[in-house]
């Protein structure tokens, strides 16, 4: 189920204090990662992404960095295109890094003779044409965000405050959420 479906935000809004299984997508707009000190390789298939930060997405959510739970996802530390999970994954992550306010990942691609597809999606990431990732995530502990209320009008709903969660997945996407 995604978050941007209406029907799976009533199902979290309905399921609060109930055990449920949900995959929720977290889009982010990941530019690659290039810090002082990083060498060119230009034989290198890794490139570095953001995967995911503490500010909301376009559906107003926001997934906290210290509350994922990644042990798991580096037991099998695949990438998706588009989190299409029937397709081969497109690399691995041979990192994983969650700081503070952030995650980063370090994925390698695979080349043209183990995966063609892969080697497109790689070489498209490098030409700057593909710069996002979303993470798919199983929100343990989450919150309401609303609006602050006014002179006691109704509070609006914006987004989930995930505290606590698995990541099963990420994926290399044409548009995040």
Known sequence: LWTSEDATRKLLESSVGKKQSIMLQHGRTAELIKEDGDEEDTE????????????????????????GEFKHYMNNPVVLFAHDAWMPPIGTTKKLMPRTKFVDAWVDFFDKDTYDFADTIFRIISAGGLKAVSIGFIPHEWEKIQDDSENGEEQSFKGYDSTKGALPEFSVVPVPA
């Open 44 to 67: 290198s298939r890794v490139h570095k992404f953001r995967i995911t930060t503490e500010t909301p997405d376009r559906h107003g959510d926001i997934v906290r960095a210290t509350g």
